[in-house]
Every structure is written in C-alpha cells, then in structure tokens.
C-alpha cells in the first residue's frame, strides 16, 4: 500500500473514531508498527492529527460562529463559484421539482440553468433574490411563509419547516459554510440548519456546492452527515473525503 493509502486511511479511522493506536492500524493495514509510527509521526508534523503515546487522536476543529452578510460572501471565490454552479444547473432536467438553498454559491446557479425547462420544472427555494431571479427567468417558484433573516436574506422559521415538510423535491442545492468529516455539513445558524436538514431529508437526490475554502472547517451547527449528499468543488484538499462521500470536481 502506498504512503498517501495509508495516510488516508488513518485519517478516515480518526475522523470516524476520534482516536487510532499504532498496534490496530499496523493490522489493519498489513503493515509494521514502525511504519505506522512514522506516518502518524509525518501526518502531525503537517497538522493533520496530533500524535500521543501509543496512537493518535484527532485535531479538534476550532468552530466558527460569525456568519457573514450576502455582499461580503458573493465577492469570495467567485471564479469558483460560477464552475460549481455552471455544472450543478446541467443536473436539472426536465419535470425536476428542485429545492433551491438561499446562499451566494446556489444563487449562481440560476443563469444556466436550460431556458427550455421553464415549462416543466418548478422550483421552492428559501431565498428571496433566488425566487426573483427564477421569476426573472420565466420558471415558477414557490416561496415558503416564515421570518426574512436580513444578514442572509434567507427565510426561515416554523412556517418554512411545515411547507418544506410536505415537499418531495427530485434534486436539492444546498450551500454550506463548512465541510468536515466528523461533523459533516455545517452553518452559524440554528435556524437554517434546520431548514436545510428539512429539505434534504425530503428531496431524493442533494448536492451540496461548495468552494474549496469550506473544506476542513465547522461552523456552530451540523445539518447533514456527509455521506447524505454529493459535494460538488472545484478542488478536493484533502483526499479522505473520497472514502466518505461522493465528490465531483470541477475546473474554475
């Protein structure tokens, strides 16, 4: 097994177990303990995990709990953005019933999404500029009742839940602020999280979009295991997400 297999192996144990020992990865790997030692030894000298006697355990990720307003987020990784969105329209075909997330990257969506659907694919989406654009577009949207968040113009609440809540969505597009692989997806906010989990536990197919910048970063609340979706990036930094999830790449 090569030197990069191991190193995502041992990640993937620490980030479904918190915690690995020298003895119990040399088996499960066909390998010696000396050879786990010095990857465990070269994975904490690049940040990767920290090394105690014995094994490793796993970095505690610092949380992030600021949530930035739309303007700010829009002007980020814009390049990236427009790929990820560009090829997460072409998933959109005919007689879909699409749940669109409020957010700057699922915003871009929109512009390229076919013009030739307008008659057969609806929309729900809990963005307010979103349902505009859609409308703009000549596709019919339906907007959920709940309270307008002014920093991400997103509506939530309880009225949002129940609508959501008698949906069946073909294909959902969700924005996150974090990705990581214990604590899954992630935003500041209680409120949309739950949304969020709402729609994708009512829609058949989920994509979650999101630049590489997300990755290996938790914000204050988890609404979705990772395995529940698949990540569409423009670049993939770390490989042990390939064993948890599905990920498709695209070039910015």
């Given at each position: 097994?090569?030197?990069?297999?191991?190193?995502?192996?041992?990640?993937?144990?620490?980030?479904?177990?918190?915690?690995?020992?020298?003895?119990?990865?040399?088996?499960?790997?066909?390998?010696?303990?000396?050879?786990v030692r010095r990857d465990i030894r070269e994975l904490d000298e690049s940040g990767k995990l920290r090394k105690v006697f014995g094994g490793a355990v796993a970095l505690e990720p610092s949380v992030n709990t600021i949530e930035s307003d739309v303007l700010t987020r829009?002007?980020?990784?814009?390049?990236?953005?427009?790929?990820?969105?560009?090829?997460?329209?072409?998933?959109?075909?005919?007689?879909?019933?699409?749940?669109?997330?409020?957010?700057?990257?699922?915003?871009?969506?929109?512009?390229?999404?076919?013009?030739?659907?307008?008659?057969?694919?609806?929309?729900?989406?809990?963005?307010?500029?979103?349902?505009?654009?859609?409308?703009?577009?000549?596709?019919?949207?339906?907007?959920?009742?709940?309270?307008?968040?002014?920093?991400?113009?997103?509506?939530?609440?309880?009225?949002?839940?129940?609508?959501?809540?008698?949906?069946?969505?073909?294909?959902?597009?969700?924005?996150?602020?974090?990705?990581?692989?214990?604590?899954?997806?992630?935003?500041?906010?209680?409120?949309?999280?739950?949304?969020?989990?709402?729609?994708?536990?009512?829609?058949?197919?989920?994509?979650?979009?999101?630049?590489?910048?997300?990755?290996?970063?938790?914000?204050?609340?988890?609404?979705?295991?990772?395995?529940?979706?698949?990540?569409?990036?423009?670049?993939?930094?770390?490989?042990?997400?390939?064993?948890?999830?599905?990920?498709?790449?695209?070039?910015?």
């Amino acid at each position: 097994m090569l030197q990069e297999e191991r190193f995502a192996f041992i990640l993937n144990e620490l980030a479904e177990k918190g915690a690995v020992k020298v003895n119990t990865l040399a088996e499960q790997l066909h390998t010696s303990q000396s050879t786990v030692r010095r990857d465990i030894r070269e994975l904490d000298e690049s940040g990767k995990l920290r090394k105690v006697f014995g094994g490793a355990v796993a970095l505690e990720p610092s949380v992030n709990t600021i949530e930035s307003d739309v303007l700010t987020r829009e002007s980020r990784n814009t390049a990236a953005k427009d790929a990820i969105a560009r090829y997460a329209a072409t998933q959109i075909n005919e007689n879909d019933f699409v749940y669109i997330d409020a957010g700057t990257t699922t915003e871009r969506i929109i512009p390229y999404i076919d013009s030739s659907l307008t008659g057969s694919v609806y929309f729900v989406t809990n963005g307010i500029m979103h349902a505009r654009r859609l409308v703009e577009r000549g596709f019919r949207v339906f907007l959920p009742g709940g309270v307008l968040k002014a920093t991400t113009e997103a509506i939530v609440g309880a009225g949002a839940m129940e609508y959501i809540d008698n949906c069946n969505f073909t294909k959902c597009f969700m924005g996150t602020n974090g990705v990581d692989p214990s604590r899954g997806f992630t935003t500041p906010e209680m409120d949309e999280a739950r949304i969020k989990a709402q729609a994708i536990r009512h829609s058949y197919i989920t994509y979650v979009l999101c630049d590489s910048s997300k990755f290996d970063n938790v914000s204050s609340v988890s609404f979705g295991k990772l395995n529940c979706a698949c990540i569409v990036t423009d670049r993939l930094p770390n490989e042990i997400y390939r064993n948890i999830t599905v990920i498709k790449e695209v070039e910015a």
